[in-house]
């Protein structure tokens, strides 16, 4: 599982990633690795800041988006422009100009259902 390596969201994937045996990579925005999270299995220091977004969603074969920050907008926007499958889990909605929704992400009620959205969980 990839993830930004840090807190909050991307700490408690970490957790609950590793608490199910899975490796876990962050690829961090930081130069240095001091910050990350201490559950990570591997962690990736860019000193990209947001641009590591690229990276992240680059090297994904499926997005899952909880929340609603900017960070969390970016990653959405460079999967659906990659082509990479995004699930939504709670925040952003977006709308084209006339108001209707843009089509793409699909809209998962829970972390089970997101999983299973992707296509690579089952």
Do not use: F, K
């Not at 990839?2 to 990633?17: K, S």
């Not at 130069?31 to 860019?46: E, F, N, Y």
């Not at 998962?108 to 259902?113: K, L, Q, R, V």
């Amino acid at each position: 599982m990839l993830c930004g390596g840090y807190t909050g969201v991307m700490g408690a994937v970490t957790e609950g990633a590793r608490s199910g045996g899975g490796l876990v990579v962050g690829v961090l925005s930081g130069a240095g690795r001091a910050d990350a999270h201490p559950d990570l299995s591997v962690a990736i220091a860019t000193g990209m800041g947001q641009a590591r977004n690229a990276v992240l969603v680059g090297s994904a074969d499926a997005v899952i988006v909880v929340g609603g920050s900017w960070g969390t907008l970016s990653e959405l926007a460079h999967a659906m422009r990659g082509g990479v499958p995004v699930v939504q889990l709670g925040g952003w909605r977006l709308y084209d100009a006339a108001g209707r929704p843009v089509p793409g992400p699909l809209e998962a009620g829970s972390p089970d259902e997101a999983l299973t959205l992707t296509g690579l969980w089952s």
